[in-house]
């Protein structure tokens, strides 16, 4: 298969006249045109290298040769419809099941995270009969209509806030309403979304579920202050809701520690519902509903098929399982755990000698670097921020971005592969840029928040 | 790769524990195991070999290996998302705009059927700044919670009719309020869309879409009266709506004469939004909206990103790109042509010898049988049909199923391969079914409706 068909700028062209422009590219001002990947590494038409820290997707690493061979033999196998009797799937769920708490053990397969999230909606609605939703402010949790309905992050720029949906604080110890010098946050977070429920069923409205991202992402790589999952749900299934745990960004080993995130709260702490996506198929269109037996069979109970034509398939099956043999096999969450270790020892080193990183956070590969224009006040330094993005791009082809509700988080989530070296570099060369910016003094006059 | 893991029993033991029992099996008292697929046969774990006239989605036949080595090429080499520049995207598209009139020009890709129509949902909304949407009666547009809203076969058994949603008769000119001997059914079925939307239009609402499947098919595989759609398109954007046709099961030359089924409709008709799906990657997730650059501006307009995960990657793109490639190489709308219509020649002089079978249409390898208890009175022979689909599988292992709001119409939707050979063994197992049936009387005592 040729690599180029077209030279950069052609493709630009076509890319920009055939393709709905919502869809953004990455540095659009000047954009990388990739043409191979491997592990963590990802080459332009040029060869050139380019450092992957971003690219949770490719979770056991981009093409890696044990999924394409499982592709490629239940490919020519058989890729035939779940309606169909066949292994694959329920050996998957077996698999699946393993890593979960005993009381998730139903599966629904499917093709995204914002198909997973939309049938938890469903499963929620229909099992508690009710209607509101709570979820996290800044939070996304996918492009579906329903999906944005609960996302602050993107209602807040479209159609505004449903009177179903409630928002409560984002659970933020570093700039939140409570943080870390707080005796109990994860408590006091948690009875932010008491009251919130209070005031709703004052209102006369009834929760059906509490949504959340058990490491919220686009909020800003947040981690939650412990205590704080355990204390919702109390509050949540005594107000008849259930907790929803959205794992799309952080499931499948990302912690390191955990396989999934939520299990950072606890082994105390269970969620009724858990959906999977992004990692899962290492790129493959494979999502995932996990579930209790009690709200599946109300789901079943209404007597209406869920149907999802490619969810489930054998090789989508395949591809999900290969993906898991390889966690296991390449001791990935091993790797999580150290490498993401020595990634934030390096950071915080470097929060010591750079005033504008205000806060250095994380666990395993999923890990934030926040940048402030004065650690007291914390103004977000969110041009500088985009700043190192381009230059660690431009000048040392690394490719990290931001998040957060000001964008001003570097956030690492990087291939599960993710090396001390890669870790080494890619803080060396911050390091590098925050000098040289603080030398020309260029940080802050280039801030105008 | 095993072709079995588990012995069936077991297999069925842990899909009936693991999977969500809402995801329904084929023939669910007595499941099929399939292990192996090619072309449009199947295979069960005993080597017996099933033919199938049911899977759309293996457009180009089961495990075609143009496919599966296009796919295991791209998988090899690059799967990022497609925030990169890359040339499959825009290849795609480019090739995909060849199919279609010059206006539908900009493309997203997502996942899914589903997720296509509920970004069409979206981009109509955008677009119009209206709400309201018109469908057909007995349609199925998705598994999502927007979509449920818009397909009166799901809603009518859920949630009910949302005070946004209008249902417009379906254009069955079988069955339906204007038949084959009326004037111009296309017209008068027009006119009650055009009656429909003065009638929303009085309460003080707008329509921001008209969503109909080109050729309606779990309404019953219909094939839609002549210039319906032109005089829909008419109505619904005077009334500052927009038209949107799903592709999902209809797309990719199904019909033989032509490459969308909307243009069965005329050259002078043209959808603003065309979703779709299913036969897309021939089982690999992939799925797409096609629109007008006004369109997809407004929707830019707004401002917010859309990204799509998984949609468009290199892998996705590549699969679609080789499924286009042999639908042209093998010559498979030619196909579609010759072999549908033999199968409804021989369909028709079964007909002649069979009172159950009251009509008989489709168009290419979309075709339908309707049993009726009694020609006359249209009543539907739903048991009969069942019935026949059971002694098919059990007697002949040929895979067909039943569609329509009374199940009463044997659908045929084979992979496109499907041969003269193929059409003329199930039409002779049928005969010998119904000719059976007749014999012993079974028929009119099976049914109690």
């Known amino acids: 298969m040729a690599e180029e068909r077209f030279r950069k700028e052609e493709t630009l062209e076509m890319r920009q006249r055939l ?35 971003i690219s949770n997707v490719q979770h056991v690493g981009h093409c890696h040769p044990a999924i394409t061979k499982a592709a490629t033999a239940q490919m020519d196998l058989l890729n035939a419809n779940s309606r169909f009797l066949h292994d694959n799937i329920v050996l998957y769920a077996d698999r699946l099941a ?32 009710h209607e509101d939703v709570v979820v996290l402010d800044h939070a996304y949790h996918g492009h579906l209509k329903s999906l944005i309905d609960i996302s602050p992050y993107k209602f ?33 977070y948690a009875d932010t979304v008491k009251h919130l429920i209070e005031e709703i069923n004052k209102k006369g409205r009834k ?13 800003g790589q947040i981690i939650l202050p412990q205590g704080y999952f355990s204390k919702v749900a109390e509050h949540v299934r005594s107000a008849g809701g ?90 990935l969450r091993g790797n999580a755990i150290r490498v993401g270790a020595h990634l934030k020892d390096l950071l915080k080193k470097l929060q010591q ?21 004065d650690r007291r006040t914390k103004t977000p330094a969110t041009k500088t921020a985009a700043l190192v993005v381009k230059r660690l791009k431009e000048e040392d082809r690394i490719c990290v971005s931001t998040d957060g509700p000001w964008e001003s988080v570097l956030k690492f989530k990087p291939p599960m592969c993710f090396s001390m070296e890669d870790a080494e570099l890619v803080v060396r060369c911050i390091d590098r840029i925050l000098t040289d910016m603080e030398a020309k003094n260029l940080k802050l006059e280039n801030e105008d928040i």
């Open 242 to 331: 259930v907790f929803v745990a959205d794992e799309v960004q952080t499931g499948f080993g990302r912690t390191g520690t955990h396989f999934w995130a939520f299990q950072l709260q606890g082994e105390d702490f269970c969620p009724d519902i858990v959906t999977m996506g992004k990692p899962m198929g290492n790129g493959h269109p494979l999502a995932c509903v996990a579930t209790t037996v009690e709200i599946a069979g109300a789901f079943t109970a209404n007597g209406v098929e869920y149907f999802n034509t490619f969810g489930g398939t054998p090789v989508s099956c395949a591809i999900g399982l290969a993906v898991l043999d390889v966690i296991e096999k390449e001791d």
């Open 98 to 129: 393993a890593t979960l708490p005993k009381k998730l053990s139903v599966f629904y397969f499917v093709n995204s995270g914002s198909e997973a999230n939309d049938l938890a909606l469903r499963l929620a609605e229909q099992y508690t009969r």
């Open 207 to 219: 929760i059906a579920a509490f949504f959340a991202e058990s490491l919220p992402s686009v909020g």
């Open 353 to 373: 000698r750079h005033e504008i990183i205000g806060d250095v956070r994380g666990v395993g590969l999923f890990v934030g670097l926040e940048l402030v224009i």
């Open 156 to 188: 807040r720029k479209l159609a505004g806030q449903k009177e179903w949906v409630h928002v409560a604080p984002l659970p933020d110890t570093y700039r939140g309403i409570y943080r870390e010098e707080h005796p109990n946050p994860g408590q006091a």
């Open 19 to 53: 393709i709905g422009q919502s869809c953004r590219l990455f540095y659009s001002e000047d954009p990388v045109k990739i043409v191979k990947a491997r592990g963590q590494y990802m080459f332009d038409e040029n060869g050139k290298r380019y450092l992957d820290c």
